[in-house]
């Protein structure tokens, strides 16, 4: 059984993107866009495809988007359309309206008239890549939320042979070490004290605010 039913409405690249993935992970997606073709794309992937104007709340009502738990407005190009959908699903009373904005402006307008989340894919790829860029020690980071992160990272040259207690990376950095593993191994070690020497082949496991631990290691300040 489909654990959410989504609605996507707009199937450009980044709308039928969304649509397939959710498709392959036991959604049910509702996908709708005014130009046939783009419906036909995504039509042998999602639950219903459907072609139609989303700017038209009788139509969305027609096609059920009140069921969806979730709504991705994913037009993006027209400010108009993109928040005649938003209020369209805030009268059908959607509790989660996610919508794509292509400037600063287009997501103060959104935010405005109710979308809960707004996001600026292309500006996003582009800090993602460029983070990447900027790695100088972090090898890895996946975000618990929009300020904390756990960060995998080698330790830099000066911290070969000192412990952590000498480190005291939590003074310096705000982080808590929540394991250490071998880079010859997958085995996350969790059972290490204070007294523990880092060694030159070791991976560090932490959990930090990550823009503060980033800005150090981009700006190769970790010391």
Request: overall charge negative; proline content about 2%.
């Amino acid at each position: 059984m489909a654990t959410k039913t989504i609605g996507v409405l707009g199937l450009g690249i980044f709308g039928s993107s969304i649509a397939k993935e959710l498709s392959e992970f036991d959604c049910e997606v509702i996908a709708v866009d005014l130009d046939v073709s783009n419906v036909n794309r995504v039509e042998p992937f999602v639950t219903e495809a459907i072609q139609g104007d989303i700017t038209d709340l009788e139509f969305l009502e027609n096609i059920g988007i009140e069921n969806c738990d979730v709504v991705v407005v994913a037009t993006g190009t027209s400010l108009e359309a993109s928040v005649l959908a938003v209020m369209n699903c805030k009268k059908l009373k959607i509790h989660t309206i996610i919508a794509k904005a292509k400037n600063k402006m287009f997501m103060e307008v959104l935010t405005a008239v109710g979308a809960t989340t707004v996001i600026r894919p292309e500006k996003e790829m582009g800090t993602r890549v460029a983070k990447s860029l900027l790695r100088r020690n972090i090898t890895d980071i996946v975000d618990l939320d929009d300020q904390y992160a756990v960060i995998e990272f080698l330790p830099p040259v000066k911290w070969i042979n000192q412990s952590l207690e000498e480190l005291d990376l939590r003074k310096r950095y705000e982080m808590n070490v929540i394991g250490i593993r071998k880079k010859t191994e997958r085995k996350l070690d969790v059972s290490f004290g204070p007294d523990y020497v880092i060694q030159s082949n070791d991976i560090i496991v932490g959990i930090a605010e990550s823009e503060i631990f980033e800005r150090y290691d981009y700006l190769n300040k970790l010391r």
